[in-house]
């Protein structure tokens, strides 16, 4: 099983199968409330590797990730259009579109332990564009 990243704005942000290693999808719903919430977020945590460039190849795109979580709230580009693809055996499982994305946090880590490094993106959905989001999956082959 492999995940593909795409994230478009200002400039455009890919990562491939070799770079993320594990994606957590979850509804934000108001701990304390009794009843089904109508103040309904989402998150995605996404985890992966930075990986070095080696023989002529070019860096991954975990640099422009770290860019993006700087972008202020005052600037419209903090918010993007990100599409990750989760594929098995040549078949999307699941496509999440999130067209008004924005970082809620992001991580680096670098330790003699796991490599180049090691990062965890976690974004959110604007709150008033939840309607937006698309959540698919059973596709045929790519």
Not at 43 to 53: P, R
Not at 59 to 84: G, H, M, N
Request: proline share 2%.
């Amino acid at each position: 099983m492999g995940v593909r990243l795409s994230i478009e704005g200002s400039e455009s942000i890919k990562l491939q199968e070799t770079s993320i290693t594990g994606i957590e999808f979850g509804a934000d719903i108001p701990h304390d409330s009794n009843a089904r919430s109508t103040d309904l977020g989402s998150t995605v945590l996404i985890t992966g590797k930075i990986l070095a460039a080696v023989d002529g190849e070019t860096a991954d795109d975990t640099s422009k990730l770290a860019k993006w979580s700087l972008v202020p709230a005052e600037k419209s580009d903090c918010y993007r259009k990100v599409q990750i693809n989760v594929v098995s055996a040549s078949q999307i499982v699941r496509q999440i579109t999130i067209p008004n994305a924005f970082v809620v946090g992001y991580e680096e880590d670098f330790t003699d332990e796991n490599g180049a490094g090691t990062f965890r993106l976690l974004i959110k959905q604007k709150k008033d564009k939840m309607s937006n989001l698309k959540f698919e999956g059973g596709f045929g082959e790519e």
